[in-house]
């Protein structure tokens, strides 16, 4: 099993760009997260899904959509990118009081 | 509104010594997990602590919960350089079926020969 997998692992985008990160995990989880971490800092959600075609909003959702349309893919849409978006996002997924990580992807928006 | 602080932020120690990182949250909470994040990588997970009184240890690394003080622990014996890294404490957030982790900002520990 892979696990979570996320791509790209890096990306720069400039300010008003969109792009979409992807998530996909093998593991038929139903739970699945989005957070962003700023240097230094500890990881805030941004959107959490429990099941394919159910989405909602963490606790710092402005600037992102997500869809769930599989139980494996969990794609975070960023419109129009800002600065303050500039994070490293974690893509999640959770069985059995068990969160399980993807590797990251660093953004940077100049 | 679930609110995680942890203390100190930052700590560093020799090796051979003891000491504890402790998790503080402001609400109920169902239970309380412990990562580690090295530079530049992912979360590992290290602990999950599920009710009032428990306690796991893996290696030099030993948490508990205290879920009436609202209050975990991470102590570290006998450090050694390997356990440098970022620790995150976070608890889940009371919205029944809930999965959502609300995370403490993390003590970097350095442990130094």
């Known amino acids: 099993n892979a696990g979570v997998t996320q791509t790209p692992k890096f990306r720069i985008l400039k300010i008003g760009q969109s792009m979409t990160l992807q998530c996909t995990q093998d593991m038929n989880h139903n739970y699945m997260y989005w957070y962003r971490q700023d240097p230094g800092m500890g990881l805030k959600l941004i959107y959490y899904?429990?099941?394919?075609?159910?989405?909602d909003k963490g606790e710092v959702p402005n600037g992102y959509n997500v869809s769930r349309s599989t139980t494996e893919d969990f794609p975070l849409r960023l419109e129009l990118a800002a600065p303050s978006q500039t994070s490293v996002y974690f893509c999640?997924?959770?069985?059995?009081?068990?969160?399980?990580f993807g590797p990251g992807t660093r953004l940077t928006v100049t | 509104e679930l609110k995680v602080e942890q203390n100190p932020l930052f700590l560093s120690m020799q090796e051979g010594k003891n000491y504890t990182i402790y998790c503080n949250y402001s609400t109920t909470s169902d239970r309380l997990y412990w990562y580690r994040q090295d530079p530049g990588k992912s979360l590992e997970s290290l602990f999950v602590?599920?009710?009032?009184?428990a306690v796991k240890q893996e290696g030099r690394l030993m948490a508990s919960l205290d879920t009436k003080a609202r209050l975990s622990t991470l102590h570290i014996t006998a450090a050694v350089h390997d356990l440098s890294a970022t620790y995150f404490c976070a608890a889940v957030l009371p919205q029944g079926g809930s999965e959502k982790l609300v995370f403490g900002k993390g003590t970097k520990l350095t442990v130094n020969p």
């Open positions: 999640a997924s959770s069985s059995y009081y068990e969160q399980y």
């Open positions: 602590l599920l009710s009032n009184g």
């Open positions: 899904s429990v099941g394919a075609g159910i989405t």
